[in-house]
């Protein structure tokens, strides 16, 4: 038996790797653990059947004999507790890796993904050029404090661990936006992240799936 996740059938971001399967594909492949991927179309996503997976109706969720889970972080807590590789023996050090997958989703990603939606959303919108530099003014100020913080270190503590893991996926989701580029300590964050071999292979899947090179299910 080999774990089940799902994604989108046709991702938004046309195959860029900001869906959050690719952070679940990652983990996987960082402990080496094959999966296999249920492609939903949105439709399907918010259906009874995908509901009683995800109770809001989104991906990825994991499936894994009688566990079901939603929710990228929970999903990449759960591999790395069970897999060597994405978190230190070191109690402490284990700790504060899971104290880092926190901050990157509760208190990094949430300024992005606020400035993005309004992009999405509001452009048309008579508050947007208000809103806009207040969104943005909030990204740029967790960048700021999270480039103090990396230094010029490889990663955010210690060695490679599933902290950083989420964070350069929660970074990478200001692709195109210029923001990233005021930091070049961050800009070589994700791009160490982004060449490690696990994440290539995560990426290269879900763009398969994009590109419809994807081998079938089954
Ligand atoms: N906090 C959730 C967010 C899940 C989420 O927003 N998923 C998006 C794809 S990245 C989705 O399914 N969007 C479609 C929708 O909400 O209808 C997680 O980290 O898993």
Known sequence: MIPTITAFERSP???????????????????????AVRLLSFEAMK?????ALHPFGQIPTYEDGDLVLFESGAIVLHIAERHAGLLPEDANARARAIAWMFAALNTVEPPIVDRGIAALLERDK????????????????????????????????????????LMVTVLRRLDGSGLLEEHPNLCAYVARGEARPAY????EAQLAVFTGSAPPPG
């Open 13 to 35: 971001d046309r195959g860029r790797g900001l869906a959050r399967d690719m952070r679940v594909r990652w983990a996987l492949e960082e402990v080496g653990q094959p999966y």
């Open 47 to 51: 259906q009874p059947a995908h509901r």
């Open 200 to 203: 290539r292979r995560a990426f």
């Open 126 to 165: 008579p508050w947007y050029a208000e809103r806009a530099p207040m969104l943005e003014a909030r990204v740029r100020g967790r960048l700021d404090e999270l480039s103090s913080r990396l230094g010029d270190a490889d990663w955010l503590d210690g060695g490679f661990s599933a902290g950083d893991l």
